[in-house]
């Protein structure tokens, strides 16, 4: 989901950054003469720096608001409230004609190919994360590899293209790239290994995408074509995944386990043993992101954690919590001790302290919606301000790789213990949890979690939704989820009721455990005494369930929200672009 976003990029040194756009700047596209344009290498790399646009902003990556993190107003799409627009919503192909301009230009300036090479990987890589993301919004698309021009009537009044087009179009650009961008590891520069990568996001993606939706309206394309292939796809998922996983540099974080998870985020630069791309930010060019605010402030959204996915944390000792009696009752002190340590990287528990200060910190009720307060990315204060911000934030790392390799393998019935030793197993290690064991998961499938993805079956159940769990602790946060749920076709965990921490009803907690009250709920004129607590009167500051009897916090639980299954697992396409293309189709049900 795009976000507005006060963030600009760092990918590229702050004065090549400046003459690149000078450099676009000076004339059109059209107009631009591509032999004295691409007579060298360093214009080469000016021009094609600039598709580094393409990727997310910050708070594109932390301000992910789905049914894992949720703030005190509901998106649309969390609603259900998505109406066809009447212009723009993402059907843009701005980005798209630099591209297909360059690689249909590049080789006029007489370079060799020797040098050319690495610049056209580049722009494949950007094409094909144009139309992944395309794909995943829309579905069918149109398949451009020209640059559009004006008066271009047959290409502007192309149809849609199907998905599977596409996507082969895209793993051919990917394979492209990975065969010509240089194997070196960088977390600001496009490699091999982010072409890698990328392949096998795409590939795991569309490959579930169409082996959960096989059966439904988005199983087929806009001409009625079944969607097939889904097997191959997540083959190659795996195969780009191991590739990357054999011969790249890239392995885990590895610190204490009680620690490492959090500190890859709130690192001052990236920590490129794992990330193997970054968003990097400076405060000297007053490129910053919002995080700390974000997640600190009473006054901008208050960002929590949903209580449905604090469950889904398992015990340290790899027993699932909600296995246990009383589990859903729990008070906020009692349910995060013994926990995964991710979730202690993750938000604020007992013993919580920012960085660079010694100060124990409680959770603050102002400050989150729902009592668990993200702490992931939160650097120390002296950058609380508004867009004040600097840690980078990651956009591909080593990780991803590990759970989609497992993913693809457990989702095509192939995936060994050794392939969860080897992913799952070092992620759990890293936190210093028990490994998975293939043939337990598989005996026993969790539940808790079968009820949350009703759509998993057969023999591999077990391992495919500990795998989907690993999914969601790991990647919380990274602009992940969104997609997850669609191509899981579990979007109705987007229309249930979201739920905050347990309480009682009125009176005073103490929710870290060090003897002092930290939270005071009442009901009425409020109390006396307490002066270091924060007092909230139930009703109005925060809701329980059940009122003055207790129950979890519920969030804005008058709004109903929905989730179409037969609409809601693609966007609209604005009204004004079917008027200018009648050769267009609007997606199903968006009529």
């Not at 450099?23 to 344009?37: A, K």
């Not at 649309?76 to 059907?91: A, F, L, M, N």
């Not at 990647?475 to 997609?483: G, H």
């Amino acid at each position: 989901m795009k976000k507005t976003t006060y963030i600009l990029p760092i990918l590229i040194a702050g004065a090549s950054l400046f003459s690149c756009s000078d450099f676009l700047d000076r004339q059109p596209l059209s107009e631009l003469s591509p032999g004295s344009s691409f007579g060298s290498e360093n214009q080469l790399r000016q021009y094609t720096n600039s598709f580094y646009g393409l990727l997310p902003s910050g708070s594109d990556i932390y301000d992910e608001r789905t049914d894992q993190i949720i703030t005190t107003t509901f998106t649309d799409e969390q609603q259900g409230t998505r109406t066809v627009p009447v212009s723009g919503g993402g059907w843009d192909w701005g980005a798209l004609r630099n591209i297909n301009f360059f690689l249909e230009n590049y080789s006029r300036g007489g370079l060799s190919e020797t040098i050319t090479a690495p610049y056209v990987g580049l722009a494949k890589f950007f094409r094909a994360w144009f139309y992944f993301e395309k794909v995943a919004r829309y579905g069918d698309v149109p398949w451009y590899s020209q640059a559009l021009e004006a008066n271009d009537s047959t290409l502007l009044l192309k149809p849609r293209d199907s998905r599977m087009l596409i996507i082969d179009s895209v793993i051919a650009d990917l394979d492209a790239a990975i065969a010509s961008l240089p194997a070196s590891q960088s977390s600001d520069r496009i490699t091999r290994w982010t072409a890698l990568a990328l392949k096998s996001r795409v590939c795991l993606f569309e490959g579930t995408f169409r082996k959960y939706h096989a059966n439904d309206d988005f199983g087929q394309d806009s001409r009625g074509n079944a969607l097939t292939g889904a097997e191959e796809l997540l083959a190659l998922s795996a195969a780009a995944a191991k590739e990357l996983m054999d011969n790249s540099p890239y392995s885990l974080y590895v610190n204490d386990p009680e620690s490492a998870y959090h500190e890859l985020f709130i690192a001052p630069s990236p920590i490129n043993t794992e990330i193997i791309l970054a968003r990097t930010f400076s405060e000297d060019l007053q490129v910053v992101h919002n995080v700390n605010y974000y997640t600190v402030s009473p006054s901008y959204g208050k960002p929590g954690l949903e209580k449905g996915f604090v469950n889904s944390y398992l015990m340290r000792d790899g027993s699932r919590f909600t296995d246990q009696p009383g589990f859903a009752t729990m008070q906020f002190y009692d349910e995060v001790q013994n926990r995964d340590p991710r979730l202690s990287g993750t938000i604020r528990t007992p013993g919580y302290t920012r960085v660079g200060s010694s100060v124990e910190l409680p959770p603050d009720l102002g400050a989150t919606v729902t009592g668990y307060q993200l702490i992931k990315y939160v650097s120390d204060p002296s950058h609380d301000k508004i867009n004040g911000s600097v840690v980078p934030l990651p956009i591909f790392r080593y990780a991803e790789v590990l759970l989609n390799y497992a993913e693809a393998k457990a989702e095509t019935g192939t995936i060994t213990q050794e392939d969860l030793d080897a992913t799952i197993g070092l992620l759990r290690t890293r936190a210093g949890m028990p490994s998975l064991d293939l043939a337990a998961a598989n005996a026993n499938p969790d539940p808790y979690l079968a009820g949350r993805y009703p759509h998993v079956s057969g023999p591999n159940q077990g391992v495919i939704l500990e795998i989907r769990r690993e999914r969601g602790i790991e990647l919380v946060m990274e602009d992940f989820r969104w997609n997850d749920l669609m191509r899981w076709k579990a979007g109705q965990l987007l229309a249930q009721p979201f739920h905050g921490a347990y309480f009682p009803g009125p009176g005073s907690y103490d929710l870290d455990g060090d003897g002092a009250i930290d939270l005071v709920l009442f009901t009425g004129d409020r109390p006396p005494g307490n002066p270091d607590a924060q007092f909230l009167k139930l009703g109005s500051d925060i809701t329980l369930e059940n009122g003055a009897d207790g129950g979890r916090v519920i969030v804005n639980a008058n709004i109903a929200k929905t989730f179409r299954e037969d609409r809601d697992y693609l966007y609209p396409i604005a009204t004004q672009e079917l008027l200018l293309n009648p050769n267009l189709v609007q997606n199903p049900n968006w009529e």
